[in-house]
Nanobody
Framework: QVQLVESGGGLIQPGGSLRLSCTVS????????VGWFRQAPGKEREFVAG???????????DYADSVKGRFTVSRSIADSTLYLEMNSLKPEDTAIYYC???????????????????WGQGTQVTVSA
């Protein structure tokens, strides 16, 4: 059974940092692209970042323009966990953050939420003074 479990969310002041974790089970992390999405109140779910394994410890990572230079994706294969390191957080980063796994092998990381089959329950990130 495929499962993704996010953790690490919380309340943080603007300019602060948080690290989200997405621990997966039921599949091998390197066999699927995994994406981070977020959904703010009253808004559609949007792509934040995603990573897929190319081979030989090489990964391709894509970021939304709104988080480039501030957010970083990394992974621990031993722990079956994908991380989202978020720095210089802004109030507009406030949202529920989800990780998701794509069943299909694609030439690049998909930014469409509809392409992802498995989803975690989400973790709330609130950036506020």
């Amino acid at each position: 059974q495929v499962q993704l479990v996010e953790s690490g969310g919380g309340l943080i002041q603007p300019g602060g940092s948080l690290r989200l974790s997405c621990t997966v089970s039921g599949f091998t992390l390197d066999n699927h692209a995994v994406g981070w999405f977020r959904q703010a109140p009253g808004k559609e779910r949007e792509f934040v970042a995603g990573q897929r394994w190319i081979g030989s410890n090489v990964y391709s990572t894509d970021y939304a323009d709104s988080v480039k230079g501030r957010f970083t994706v990394s992974r621990s294969i031993a722990d079956s966990t994908l991380y989202l390191e978020m720095n210089s957080l802004k109030p507009e980063d406030t949202a529920i953050y989800y990780c998701a796994a794509d069943e299909r092998r694609r030439p690049q990381v998909s930014t469409l939420s509809s392409d992802y089959t498995y989803w975690g329950q989400g973790t709330q990130v609130t950036v506020s003074a």
